[in-house]
């Protein structure tokens, strides 16, 4: 814009003339200048007095800003001491203090890429932004910016999970004051704040590899510190409010806390809302969670490294030493002792009722105190109480069976002393050496892998079990039985998962603590028990991320083997399990004769209160008709029956009698083939010392380094075809393994400037993979 002045007349002008700075005439008269000017004295002091007035009210309106901001503020002592008045403060023990607060600036990962680039959608899911000055109160995230044309951060995604979930956000403006003042009355930390979303919150599973490990490599990629907090910015839409929980994440925080927006999102008394007096500020934010996790509908992949990483931070942080474990017990028995005063203690006096567990989809309503005071192996003081039955982290480690431990003898059982003499051993196998194992079903033989036989006690259940554990003891192996439908929490999880070489665990949300597992020495294996009318692929994008090698099992109908697997794998019916589940489908009415029933396109067209209308007709109808509730009761045993309900589902052709069929197959207790399992982990045996002999030719490899060697290790079994099985490998494998978008040796700690950019030495390892090789089917049935 071009700037104006007076100048002086010339002679053969008009009274004057309004030129440019540059000297070029623009045509507006001196005389309509001179006509809007007082002409008298007395409009020059009027024109005066009403500008000074002006000013003075300007003024008093900016000093009762200031006199606002002071509001709260410590008084300094005469060494400079600041006296925090009560009132101003709250649980994080930060205070309300004057600063002055700049205008924020930021950089984003995609401002060296082109404008159609930015534009990309893949581009748009990934972006995240470093933001320098940040605040955050109870209406949410804000920057200040001033001036006229002022320019928001752009939009970013804070989820790491499918497209529809995504959330794209941006934090909202506000302008500092008049006259550009750049006080203000907030808390503050010198330190940054990361802001994200996490998709399904309360699920392990999700929590865990759409929320956690994505915020951890945000994290560790831009460089947080123990002071760092977190920003819940947004909630999953998908779950009521009263689902919205999260886990255990002070191991990774020393002062910082977790800001929600939401009382009912405070889970953990690492979850707070954000102070009420007054805005808390950040020196520096980091936006978004650069849409990067294991499963395909992420734009990025976490280095592997990031997963070891994380699974080390927690170990150090509960179990490094013997004492470190010892004090998480004691903190933990302290909890259970005072219940949720000692909840409301650690988070300003807020219950926090809920406790999620790992493998149902609901919750339960515990004093379970989160994440700072877990659950301590301590029976003697819970019977005293006589809460033996209470669903604790207590009861999560207590009820665990150890078989072999001690020593590999034939009478199995749990070992007395297995307790008190792994307590505080990161890796416990590292005290059965070679040189010293005692292996008394197979004399002279080698240590035996540990086995992990993972229970559900409700859905999913393994029909038999205690017969695997027994099994499996009597060929030699180690073998752990756990149950994680006690409140088990990211301590416990890990540490019984800490020495777990191989996994059989029902389909469903446990096999994610699959994590926790050694990464190497051998190459851990996850076997997951499926029906054979229901199964899924997430968990083998996990587990490929991971570098474990993962099979799918079942016996059942249209699955058997032969013979003999369909005598060990007698179909099981479960009619309290399907009549639960039809409580839960009030769509799904039995019964009807076929004029009643609507079809899904029918259902479709027509209003939520129409649709009432007819099922409350429709159960009326099945109530007063005895021939109907006789009808009901033999489409339900044929809808959980051994044969595919075909005909049946066809005659109610809608999308919940469809969902209700699904649900059902995926919950059903299973049975898994043990004389086969057996036989199969009996081959890992064989393959761990292969490992041991492969591993020693690597040593002398001086180009690879630690990292390297265990990826070549787990490589080869991709290459064998013996890494994922039995079907539906070949694209899980090319993303997480063969490809550049490989989790394998990409750049995170060692150079955070090539972050995601695979290692030349990566590289070579994974050279010469073929789809051959990728598509060959591995399956514990030879």
């Known amino acids: 814009m071009a700037s104006y002045q007076l100048l002086p007349l010339t002679a053969g002008e008009e009274q004057g003339g309004v030129q440019s700075s540059h000297g070029k005439p623009v045509g507006k008269p001196a005389r309509y200048l001179a006509s809007v000017l007082p002409a008298t004295r007395t409009r020059r002091r009027i024109v005066l007095i009403g500008l000074i007035l002006s000013t003075g009210l300007l003024l008093l309106i900016s000093l009762g800003q200031s006199v606002d901001l002071t509001l709260g503020r410590g008084e300094s002592d005469s060494k400079g001491n600041t006296n925090v008045p009560p009132e101003a403060q709250w649980t994080a023990k930060t205070f309300v203090q004057d600063f002055e607060l700049p205008e924020a600036t930021w950089t984003c990962t995609d401002d060296g890429l082109s404008k159609n680039e930015q534009e990309s959608k893949s581009n748009k899911r990934s972006r995240q932004c470093i933001v320098e000055n940040f605040c955050v109160d109870r209406k949410g995230g804000f920057i200040r910016k001033d001036g006229i044309f002022r320019k928001n951060v752009p939009k970013v995604n804070l989820m790491s999970s499918d497209e529809e979930s995504d959330q794209i956000w941006q934090p909202r403006m506000e302008r500092s004051s008049w006259f550009g003042s750049k006080t203000i009355r907030a808390h503050y930390v010198n330190d940054t704040v990361f802001v994200h979303s996490f998709y399904s919150p309360y699920h392990f599973s999700h929590w865990l590899f759409n929320g956690m490990t994505p915020l951890y490599s945000t994290m560790k990629r831009f460089g947080h510190t123990k002071d760092s907090w977190t920003f819940r910015a947004g909630r999953f839409w998908a779950d009521p409010i009263e689902r919205q929980g999260t886990w255990e994440m002070d191991h990774f925080f020393q002062t910082g806390r977790e800001l929600v927006l939401h009382e009912e999102e405070i889970s953990t008394p690492f979850q707070t809302l954000p102070p009420k007096?007054?805005?808390?500020?950040?020196?520096?934010?980091?936006?978004?969670?650069?849409?990067?996790?294991?499963?395909?509908?992420?734009?990025?992949?976490?280095?592997?490294?990031?997963?070891?990483?994380?699974?080390?931070?927690?170990?150090?942080?509960?179990?490094?030493?013997?004492?470190?474990?010892?004090?998480?017990?004691?903190?933990?028995?302290?909890?259970?002792?005072?219940?949720?005063?000692?909840?409301?203690?650690?988070?300003?006096?807020?219950?926090?009722?809920?406790?999620?567990?790992?493998?149902?989809?609901?919750?339960?309503?515990?004093?379970?105190?989160?994440?700072?005071?877990s659950i301590a192996s301590m029976p003697e003081k819970r019977q005293e109480k006589g809460s033996d039955d209470a669903t604790t982290q207590l009861k999560c480690l207590e009820i665990a069976r150890y078989y072999n431990f001690e020593r590999a003898v034939p009478g199995h059982g749990q070992e007395q002393g297995e307790v008190s003499s792994r307590v505080g051993q990161s890796y416990p196998d590292l005290v059965d050496l070679e040189a010293t194992y005692e292996n008394t079903v197979t004399p002279g033989g080698k240590r035996q892998l540990v086995v992990g036989i993972l229970q559900r006690e409700s859905s999913r259940r393994l029909l038999n079990a205690d017969e695997m554990a027994e099994k499996l003891a009597e060929a030699g192996f180690r073998v752990k039985w756990m149950s994680f439908d006690h409140g088990c929490g990211i301590a416990e999880t890990a540490y019984l998962l800490r020495d777990v070489n191989v996994l059989i665990s029902p389909h469903g949300n446990g096999l994610g603590a699959s994590i926790f597992m050694p990464s190497h020495d051998p190459v851990p294996s996850v076997i997951s028990v499926d029906t054979s009318r229901y199964w899924e692929n997430w968990f083998k994008f996990t587990a490929t991320a991971l570098g474990q090698r993962f099979v799918q099992t079942w016996c059942g109908p249209s699955q058997y083997a032969d013979e003999e697997t369909k005598d060990r794998c007698p179909y099981y019916k479960d009619p309290v399990g399907a009549a639960k589940l039809l409580e839960s489908k009030p769509e799904v009415i039995l019964g009807l004769p076929k004029d009643m029933i609507k079809s899904y396109n029918e259902l479709q067209k027509m209003s939520?209160?129409?649709?009432?209308?007819?099922?409350?007709?429709?159960?009326?109808?099945?109530?007063?008709?005895?021939e109907a509730q006789k009808l009901a009761k033999e489409e339900l045993d044929i809808l959980i029956g051994p044969e595919h309900p075909g005909d049946l589902l066809e005659k109610y052709n809608t999308w919940d009698s469809w969902v209700f069929q699904s649900e059902y197959w995926k919950a059903s207790p299973r049975w898994i083939d043990v004389p086969r399992t057996v036989e199969f982990i009996q081959k890992l045996q064989t393959e761990k010392e292969e490992e041991m002999v492969a591993e020693d030719t690597m040593k002398h490899n001086v180009t690879l380094g630690t990292s390297q060697r265990s990826y070549g290790l787990y490589i080869e079994y991709v290459r064998k075809g013996k890494a994922c099985g039995p079907s539906a490998c070949k694209d899980i494998l090319e993303r997480n393994v063969a490809n550049t978008t490989s989790a394998f040796g990409t750049h995170s700690l060692d150079d955070t400037g090539l972050w995601g950019q695979p290692t030349s030495e990566s590289e070579a390892l994974r050279s010469g993979i073929t789809t051959e090789m990728m598509e060959q089917g591995w399956t514990i049935n030879g």
Request: net charge neutral; proline share 4%; glycine share 6%.
């Open 277 to 373: 007096e007054a805005p808390i500020c950040f020196r520096r934010a980091v936006i978004g969670l650069g849409s990067q996790c294991a499963l395909s509908y992420c734009e990025k992949n976490i280095p592997t490294e990031l997963y070891k990483s994380f699974r080390k931070e927690i170990a150090d942080y509960y179990w490094k030493t013997p004492l470190t474990w010892q004090r998480h017990l004691e903190n933990a028995q302290y909890a259970i002792d005072h219940g949720l005063d000692h909840q409301e203690h650690e988070n300003g006096g807020h219950k926090m009722k809920k406790r999620w567990i790992h493998d149902s989809e609901d919750f339960e309503e515990t004093q379970e105190p989160g994440n700072r005071s």
């Open 608 to 626: 939520g209160d129409q649709k009432r209308k007819l099922f409350k007709k429709q159960r009326d109808y099945v109530n007063s008709h005895p």
